[in-house]
């Protein structure tokens, strides 16, 4: 009982500048959804991959059809799969942030919404309110709460 009426009081702050949270929201969307640069380097690592497949392919098939030092081959192949290797993380690597981009963004969409259908004062426990704004909440030892909210904003009481 205690946490839910101190979340009362976290909520009925936060709204009474509702337009401004909105309005943050709706700047922080637009920042996410930008993904000119990542997609161009999304790009440039699917391009070093096929490339570097496709050295290895080549690399095998010479190796295949030409006798040469067997360490020199390891060696060189060796030194491919690891540019493979990396190119192959990178990708991972930005196409996740992208993913996790886009995932933000709709969340603080759902957020954006369920701000703008609520009342601006709330007076009882709402479970589904609790679910769709709060990301989390940390009780602090002076008996204190934190309440960080879907958008980022922390309001402590």
Same mark, same amino acid.
């Given at each position: 009982?205690?946490?839910?009426?101190?979340?009362?009081?976290?909520?009925?702050?936060?709204?009474?500048?509702?337009?401004?949270?909105?309005?943050?929201?709706?700047?922080?969307?637009?920042? %996410?959804?930008?993904? #000119? @640069?990542?997609?161009?380097?999304?790009?440039?690592?699917?391009?070093?991959?096929?490339?570097?497949?496709? %050295?290895?392919? @080549?690399?095998?098939?010479?190796? #295949?059809?030409?006798?040469?030092?067997?360490?020199?081959?390891?060696?060189?192949?060796?030194?491919?799969? @690891?540019?493979?290797?990396?190119?192959?993380?990178?990708?991972?690597? %930005?196409?996740?942030?992208?993913?996790?981009?886009?995932?933000?963004?709709?969340? *603080?969409? *759902?957020?954006?919404?369920? *701000?703008?259908?609520?009342?601006?004062?709330?007076?009882?426990?709402?479970?589904?309110?609790?679910?769709?704004?709060?990301? @989390?909440?940390?009780?602090?030892?002076?008996?204190?709460?934190?309440?960080?909210?879907?958008?980022?904003?922390?309001?402590?009481?």
């Amino acid at each position: 009982e205690t946490i839910q009426r101190m979340f009362l009081k976290a909520y009925n702050q936060m709204m009474g500048n509702r337009d401004g949270v909105i309005e943050d929201c709706q700047i922080m969307r637009t920042t %996410l959804r930008d993904c #000119a @640069k990542l997609d161009a380097d999304i790009a440039k690592w699917q391009e070093e991959i096929e490339v570097v497949a496709e %050295l290895v392919k @080549k690399y095998v098939q010479d190796n #295949a059809s030409c006798a040469q030092s067997q360490d020199e081959y390891s060696k060189r192949y060796e030194n491919l799969a @690891k540019r493979y290797e990396k190119a192959v993380a990178k990708h991972e690597v %930005l196409t996740g942030e992208r993913t996790g981009r886009a995932a933000r963004d709709n969340e *603080l969409h *759902l957020f954006i919404e369920a *701000l703008r259908t609520q009342p601006l004062v709330l007076e009882t426990w709402d479970e589904r309110l609790w679910i769709t704004l709060v990301e @989390k909440g940390t009780v602090h030892t002076d008996g204190g709460v934190a309440f960080e909210f879907k958008n980022g904003t922390i309001i402590k009481v």
